[in-house]
Protein backbone atom coordinates (compact mmCIF):
# COMPACT_ATOMS: atom_id res chain seq x y z
CA UNK A 1 0.00 0.00 0.00
CA UNK A 2 2.77 2.09 0.04
CA UNK A 3 1.59 4.05 -3.56
CA UNK A 4 -2.14 4.45 -1.64
CA UNK A 5 -3.83 8.12 -2.32
CA UNK A 6 -4.24 7.94 1.47
CA UNK A 7 -0.78 8.76 2.41
CA UNK A 8 -1.74 11.21 5.52
CA UNK A 9 -0.65 10.49 9.19
CA UNK A 10 -4.22 10.93 10.20
CA UNK A 11 -5.34 7.42 7.96
CA UNK A 12 -3.99 3.84 9.01
CA UNK A 13 -4.10 1.27 6.11
CA UNK A 14 -5.14 -2.05 6.95
CA UNK A 15 -5.32 -5.38 4.86
CA UNK A 16 -8.91 -6.88 5.85
CA UNK A 17 -11.99 -6.63 7.89
CA UNK A 18 -10.00 -8.29 10.99
CA UNK A 19 -7.35 -5.80 10.54
CA UNK A 20 -9.60 -2.74 10.50
CA UNK A 21 -11.76 -4.03 13.94
CA UNK A 22 -9.02 -4.62 15.87
CA UNK A 23 -6.06 -2.13 15.33
CA UNK A 24 -6.32 0.60 17.21
CA UNK A 25 -6.36 4.55 16.91
CA UNK A 26 -2.90 5.92 18.25
CA UNK A 27 -1.62 9.43 18.55
CA UNK A 28 -3.44 11.81 15.94
CA UNK A 29 -4.53 8.36 13.73
CA UNK A 30 -8.40 8.62 14.01
CA UNK A 31 -9.40 6.88 11.08
CA UNK A 32 -8.61 3.06 9.70
CA UNK A 33 -8.86 2.42 6.07
CA UNK A 34 -9.08 -0.66 4.18
CA UNK A 35 -8.80 0.32 1.00
CA UNK A 36 -9.44 -2.18 -1.40
CA UNK A 37 -10.34 -1.96 -5.43
CA UNK A 38 -14.03 -3.93 -5.62
CA UNK A 39 -15.54 -5.09 -8.84
CA UNK A 40 -18.91 -5.20 -10.17
CA UNK A 41 -21.78 -2.92 -11.58
CA UNK A 42 -23.07 -1.41 -8.56
CA UNK A 43 -24.88 1.22 -10.43
CA UNK A 44 -27.18 -1.32 -11.71
CA UNK A 45 -28.16 -1.76 -8.12
CA UNK A 46 -29.27 1.84 -7.93
CA UNK A 47 -30.85 2.03 -11.07
CA UNK A 48 -33.28 -0.73 -10.05
CA UNK A 49 -33.66 0.13 -6.18
CA UNK A 50 -33.93 3.78 -6.47
CA UNK A 51 -37.30 5.80 -5.96
CA UNK A 52 -38.19 9.75 -5.98
CA UNK A 53 -37.20 9.37 -2.29
CA UNK A 54 -34.45 11.59 -1.62
CA UNK A 55 -32.90 8.63 0.63
CA UNK A 56 -33.81 4.81 -0.04
CA UNK A 57 -32.91 2.29 2.75
CA UNK A 58 -32.42 -1.03 0.89
CA UNK A 59 -33.45 -3.61 2.41
CA UNK A 60 -31.22 -7.33 2.24
CA UNK A 61 -34.45 -9.60 0.95
CA UNK A 62 -35.43 -6.76 -1.76
CA UNK A 63 -30.99 -6.62 -2.77
CA UNK A 64 -31.41 -10.50 -2.86
CA UNK A 65 -34.86 -10.70 -5.03
CA UNK A 66 -32.91 -8.37 -7.58
CA UNK A 67 -32.33 -9.79 -11.15
CA UNK A 68 -28.85 -9.02 -11.99
CA UNK A 69 -26.09 -8.86 -14.80
CA UNK A 70 -22.76 -10.94 -14.14
CA UNK A 71 -21.56 -7.45 -12.87
CA UNK A 72 -24.18 -6.54 -11.06
CA UNK A 73 -24.30 -9.79 -9.43
CA UNK A 74 -21.08 -9.25 -8.57
CA UNK A 75 -21.56 -5.99 -6.87
CA UNK A 76 -24.21 -7.55 -4.74
CA UNK A 77 -21.99 -10.27 -3.23
CA UNK A 78 -19.68 -7.80 -1.69
CA UNK A 79 -22.72 -5.50 -0.25
CA UNK A 80 -24.19 -8.46 1.77
CA UNK A 81 -20.72 -9.65 2.52
CA UNK A 82 -19.73 -6.33 3.88
CA UNK A 83 -23.60 -6.22 5.43
CA UNK A 84 -22.65 -9.50 6.70
CA UNK A 85 -19.11 -8.70 8.30
CA UNK A 86 -20.29 -5.92 9.85
CA UNK A 87 -23.36 -7.03 11.43
CA UNK A 88 -21.49 -10.22 12.82
CA UNK A 89 -18.88 -7.26 14.41
CA UNK A 90 -22.12 -6.58 16.33
CA UNK A 91 -22.87 -3.12 14.22
CA UNK A 92 -26.40 -1.95 12.58
CA UNK A 93 -25.38 -1.44 9.23
CA UNK A 94 -27.79 0.74 6.30
CA UNK A 95 -27.45 0.49 2.73
CA UNK A 96 -28.62 3.66 1.49
CA UNK A 97 -29.30 5.09 -1.82
CA UNK A 98 -28.58 8.80 -1.58
CA UNK A 99 -30.04 11.56 -3.91
CA UNK A 100 -29.12 14.31 -0.94
CA UNK A 101 -29.78 14.73 2.94
CA UNK A 102 -32.01 17.44 4.13
CA UNK A 103 -30.41 20.93 4.73
CA UNK A 104 -30.36 22.78 7.45
CA UNK A 105 -30.27 26.35 5.80
CA UNK A 106 -32.53 27.64 7.95
CA UNK A 107 -29.87 28.03 11.23
CA UNK A 108 -29.48 31.52 12.16
CA UNK A 109 -26.29 30.39 13.48
CA UNK A 110 -24.54 28.24 11.10
CA UNK A 111 -25.80 24.74 9.42
CA UNK A 112 -26.00 21.25 11.89
CA UNK A 113 -25.94 19.00 8.28
CA UNK A 114 -23.78 16.20 7.17
CA UNK A 115 -22.65 18.09 4.69
CA UNK A 116 -20.81 20.72 7.50
CA UNK A 117 -17.56 19.15 8.67
CA UNK A 118 -18.47 17.55 11.69
CA UNK A 119 -17.58 14.90 13.79
CA UNK A 120 -20.13 12.30 15.54
CA UNK A 121 -20.96 11.34 18.81
CA UNK A 122 -22.63 8.78 20.63
CA UNK A 123 -23.43 7.61 24.38
CA UNK A 124 -21.26 4.32 24.19
CA UNK A 125 -17.67 3.79 22.60
CA UNK A 126 -18.24 2.78 19.56
CA UNK A 127 -16.79 3.82 15.96
CA UNK A 128 -18.38 4.99 12.79
CA UNK A 129 -17.84 2.64 9.27
CA UNK A 130 -19.29 3.39 6.52
CA UNK A 131 -17.97 2.55 2.45
CA UNK A 132 -19.25 4.35 -0.82
CA UNK A 133 -19.68 2.21 -3.47
CA UNK A 134 -21.01 4.53 -6.13
CA UNK A 135 -21.07 8.41 -6.67
CA UNK A 136 -18.96 10.96 -5.28
CA UNK A 137 -17.41 9.56 -1.47
CA UNK A 138 -17.25 11.62 1.93
CA UNK A 139 -14.22 13.56 3.05
CA UNK A 140 -11.94 13.89 6.45
CA UNK A 141 -9.86 16.70 7.53
CA UNK A 142 -6.93 15.92 10.00
CA UNK A 143 -7.96 17.80 13.26
CA UNK A 144 -5.10 19.78 13.14
CA UNK A 145 -6.73 21.79 10.10
CA UNK A 146 -9.42 22.65 11.94
CA UNK A 147 -11.20 24.76 14.35
CA UNK A 148 -14.12 23.94 16.22
CA UNK A 149 -16.85 26.51 15.21
CA UNK A 150 -17.75 27.54 18.29
CA UNK A 151 -14.35 28.70 19.54
CA UNK A 152 -14.47 31.26 16.72
CA UNK A 153 -15.24 34.40 18.74
CA UNK A 154 -17.70 35.81 16.26
CA UNK A 155 -19.53 33.14 16.64
CA UNK A 156 -19.24 32.47 20.23
CA UNK A 157 -20.80 35.96 20.70
CA UNK A 158 -23.64 35.40 18.13
CA UNK A 159 -24.76 32.15 19.87
CA UNK A 160 -24.79 34.03 23.05
CA UNK A 161 -26.27 37.25 22.09
CA UNK A 162 -29.27 35.53 19.47
CA UNK A 163 -30.13 32.66 22.22
CA UNK A 164 -29.49 35.12 25.49
CA UNK A 165 -27.05 32.09 26.25
CA UNK A 166 -24.84 32.81 30.09
CA UNK A 167 -21.13 32.05 29.84
CA UNK A 168 -22.25 29.46 32.73
CA UNK A 169 -25.10 27.51 30.13
CA UNK A 170 -23.06 27.81 27.07
CA UNK A 171 -21.54 24.37 27.16
CA UNK A 172 -24.70 22.41 27.67
CA UNK A 173 -26.53 24.99 24.88
CA UNK A 174 -24.49 24.03 22.03
CA UNK A 175 -24.30 20.54 22.91
CA UNK A 176 -28.24 20.13 22.99
CA UNK A 177 -28.42 21.94 19.70
CA UNK A 178 -25.05 20.14 18.17
CA UNK A 179 -23.36 23.57 17.45
CA UNK A 180 -20.07 22.13 19.09
CA UNK A 181 -20.03 18.86 16.88
CA UNK A 182 -19.25 21.22 13.65
CA UNK A 183 -15.89 22.43 13.09
CA UNK A 184 -14.18 24.96 10.47
CA UNK A 185 -11.16 24.49 8.19
CA UNK A 186 -8.36 26.65 8.91
CA UNK A 187 -6.52 28.43 5.53
CA UNK A 188 -4.96 25.61 2.92
CA UNK A 189 -6.62 22.74 4.27
CA UNK A 190 -6.91 20.18 1.35
CA UNK A 191 -8.99 17.53 2.27
CA UNK A 192 -9.13 13.73 1.87
CA UNK A 193 -11.53 12.27 0.05
CA UNK A 194 -12.34 8.90 1.25
CA UNK A 195 -12.64 7.18 -2.09
CA UNK A 196 -14.88 4.20 -3.65
CA UNK A 197 -14.84 0.63 -2.14
CA UNK A 198 -12.69 1.46 0.45
CA UNK A 199 -14.35 0.75 4.09
CA UNK A 200 -13.80 3.27 6.45
CA UNK A 201 -13.55 3.63 10.38
CA UNK A 202 -13.91 6.75 11.59
CA UNK A 203 -13.52 7.39 15.82
CA UNK A 204 -16.45 9.32 17.08
CA UNK A 205 -16.73 11.70 20.46
CA UNK A 206 -16.69 9.86 23.12
CA UNK A 207 -15.06 10.99 26.83
CA UNK A 208 -13.59 7.45 27.19
CA UNK A 209 -11.83 7.53 24.09
CA UNK A 210 -8.32 7.92 23.63
CA UNK A 211 -7.75 9.86 20.38
CA UNK A 212 -9.81 13.01 18.76
CA UNK A 213 -12.62 12.13 16.84
CA UNK A 214 -12.24 12.00 13.25
CA UNK A 215 -13.72 15.06 11.66
CA UNK A 216 -15.44 14.48 8.17
CA UNK A 217 -18.77 15.69 5.80
CA UNK A 218 -20.68 14.37 3.11
CA UNK A 219 -20.08 15.29 -0.41
CA UNK A 220 -22.49 17.71 -2.50
CA UNK A 221 -24.54 15.45 -4.59
CA UNK A 222 -24.36 16.30 -8.17
CA UNK A 223 -27.79 16.66 -9.90
CA UNK A 224 -29.08 13.47 -11.17
CA UNK A 225 -26.62 11.12 -9.64
CA UNK A 226 -27.37 8.82 -6.90
CA UNK A 227 -24.76 7.50 -4.10
CA UNK A 228 -24.83 3.70 -2.94
CA UNK A 229 -23.41 3.84 0.84
CA UNK A 230 -23.17 1.53 3.79
CA UNK A 231 -23.18 3.12 6.85
CA UNK A 232 -23.05 2.32 10.63
Known amino acids: ?113 VYSFHVDRSPIPTDTFLCTYFGDSSEIIPNSQAIQKILIPEIRQEIKERFQVSDENFESFVIENFYDLHYDLTPNTQPITMGNGHLWRLEIDHPQLQVPPCIHRAPLEKNGQSRLLMIC
Open 1 to 113: MANSSFDNNQVQLVNSFVELVSTPYKGIINANCWERTLIGDFHEIIKQLETDEQIVNVEIEDLIELQLSKQGALAREILLNDFKLLSDYGASPNLNIIKSYDRDSDNPIFPTD
